[in-house]
C-alpha cells in the first residue's frame, strides 16, 4: 500500500493507493472522513453505511482521480454539494 498528502486549495487529503492484479484501489480521504474513490467503491453500501463519498471511474493515479468526473454519489455527498459530473478535485473541495 502506498499513501500520500495531497495539498489542494490549502486543505489536506490522505491519498491511499493498493495495488490489485487489474487496477490500483485508489482512495482519497478529507481531514473529516469523507472520500473520493475509484471504481472499486460499492456507492449503494458506502451509502448504507452514512458514509460521505463519491466515485471516479477510469483512474490509475491520483491526478488521475482529481481530472475524472464524478460518476455516482452517496446522500451526504449530495448533501454537501457534490454533484454527478463535476471533476474528482472539485468534490474533494466541497467534502
Known sequence: M??????IEGKTFD?????????????????????????????????ALSACAAKVKGVKTFDDMLKAQVVAVTKKAEEKGVKVGMTGREALLLL
Open 15 to 47: 491519498a491511499y493507493s493498493i495495488t490489485l492484479d487489474a487496477a490500483p484501489f485508489l482512495l482519497i480521504r478529507s481531514a473529516d472522513k469523507s472520500f473520493i474513490a475509484c471504481g472499486f467503491l460499492d456507492v449503494e453500501a458506502a451509502g
Open 2 to 7: 502506498m499513501t500520500e498528502l495531497l495539498e
